[in-house]
């Protein structure tokens, strides 16, 4: 073959090499850890102190394809659990999986994938959910002093403050049920913390506090569908 194809495949190859890592390899690899809750932050434990699970994380956001957001959790000193939403180089994470984790951090990592789900609702639903529920409780209730103050509208002080009890009832139901999210998320982290966590003691465990847990959910999202006073409530505050 001609010594000049050779150096123009060469430089072809590399050429294509530079563009798959620099533009295709980060796009493919942004979307495999999308896919996938629990990941690998390396240098996690280093920058951090006193992290249960190590390098160990949860996926929570991707920005301009190499900037990963992760949350790492922990427990203060106090014993509450503590999240850590740390930026971390897209190079810096990896996917773990039971063949490339080590032996001394497979507890870590099976711990994590009991967890995840909890943690990934806990940051995601409920917390948001309770910030939710207080700024209409205020919103609510600061136009219930309205009312009460007005003579046009003093016949719907009824209306407002029914509203209130029913986003007061869903208020405690929703912090109920983040304390049973903290509690199951902490005791798995102390079991971890003290070195004798058995991902297969998990179910038995923590079955009672998982059915707590179900049963919550259930009365809360139930309570949330038949809470329509507020909304027509806001309907008829806009005409």
């Known amino acids: 073959m001609p010594t000049g194809i050779v150096a123009f495949l060469l430089v072809f190859l590399l050429v294509a090499g530079i563009c798959y890592f620099t533009l295709f390899y980060p796009q493919a690899k942004v979307k495999r850890i999308k896919k996938n809750l629990v990941l690998r932050v390396k ?6 102190s006193d992290l249960p699970l190590g390098d160990l994380g949860l996926f929570y956001e991707v920005k301009d394809r190499s900037r990963v957001r992760v949350v790492l959790p922990r427990l203060t000193p106090d014993g509450d659990v503590q999240y850590i939403y740390s930026w971390h180089n897209l190079k810096s994470i990896s996917i773990p999986t039971l063949s490339n984790t080590k032996a001394q951090t497979a507890g870590n990592f099976g711990a994590l994938l009991g967890l995840a789900h909890m943690i990934d609702e806990h940051i995601r639903f409920v917390e948001p959910e309770i910030l939710s529920l207080r700024s209409q409780w205020q919103e609510i209730n600061e136009l219930l002093g309205l009312v009460t103050t007005s003579d046009l509208y003093a016949s719907q002080q009824g209306i407002y403050e029914r509203a209130l009890v029913q986003v007061e009832n869903l208020l ?68």
């Open 43 to 48: 240098g996690a434990d280093a920058r951090y």
């Open 172 to 239: 405690d139901k929703a912090e109920e049920l983040e304390q049973v999210y903290i509690r199951f998320i902490r005791e798995a982290l102390i079991s971890r913390k003290l070195g004798n966590y058995d991902p297969g003691s998990l179910p038995s465990n923590s079955l009672m506090i998982d059915t707590k847990y179900q049963k919550i959910k259930e009365e809360y999202q139930y309570m949330k569908d038949m809470a329509t006073a507020y909304a027509e409530l806001r309907d008829m505050h806009r005409l």
